[in-house]
């Protein structure tokens, strides 16, 4: 069974650049069957996608968090990244990374990292 | 962008039948998944391509697809189906994931 884990700082100061790492044991990052994600979904509400990026490095954002947002894939690591800068309040939230099947459904997730924006 | 439209909450007598809507324009030609989020946990998939369970969802979980709405159907509701629970499309005329905004489930 494929488990992710996201990892990173669990404070950022506002107008700072949160920074999260995704590991993916096992090799499937290189796999053409599958996309990965990063969602978050701040506390009492519902989940919000970021961006998506394929094996082949093809990417995709949500529009209102695209500007913000940079999304890469480390092969040789076995991981994939989330960078968003200019961070307010309202990236206070749980982020989650997780495994697609190619514009599919999302069949693993991780189980998600608090992440607090605060001076 | 393309919106996917949800009851905020759906209340069931236990071993009653659960129906959860998505609401979406044409929303019968995509195909729609539907998560499962238990309090502090993350999502897992419980129906896939409208209708289709992955291995270890039990079969009181069902799904359907037409027109302008989706439908997710827990049948025979047990207190463990108490979760929030979301819809999702990829949305391809904008390249997208679309989740719904999430319907919370009561089990009385």
């Known amino acids: 069974q494929l488990h992710l884990q996201e990892s990173g700082p669990g404070l950022v100061k506002p107008s700072g650049t949160l920074s999260l790492t995704c590991s993916v044991p096992g090799g499937s990052i290189t796999s053409s069957s599958y996309y990965w994600n990063w969602m978050r979904q701040p506390t009492g509400k519902g989940l919000e996608w970021i961006a998506s990026i394929y094996y082949s490095g093809e990417k995709f954002f949500n529009p209102s968090l695209k500007s913000r947002v940079t999304i890469s894939l480390d092969t040789s690591k076995g991981h994939f990244s989330l960078t968003m800068k200019s961070v307010t309040a309202a990236d206070t939230a749980i982020y989650y990374c997780?495994?697609?099947?190619?514009?599919?459904?999302?069949?693993?997730w991780g189980k998600g990292t608090n992440v607090s924006v605060s001076s | 962008s393309y919106v996917l439209t949800q009851p905020p909450s759906v209340s069931v007598a236990p071993g009653q039948t659960a129906m959860i809507t998505c609401g979406g324009d044409n929303i019968g030609i995509k195909n729609v998944h539907w998560y499962q989020q238990r309090p502090g946990q993350a999502p897992v998939v419980v129906v896939y391509d409208d209708r289709d369970r992955p291995s270890g969802i039990p079969e009181r979980f069902s799904g359907s697809n037409s027109v302008n709405t989706a439908t997710l159907t827990i049948s025979g509701v047990e207190a463990g189906d108490e979760a929030d629970y979301y819809c999702h499309v990829w949305d391809s005329s904008s390249d997208q994931v679309i989740f719904g905004g999430g319907t919370k489930l009561t089990v009385l």
């Open positions: 997780s495994r697609g099947r190619f514009l599919s459904y999302m069949d693993v």
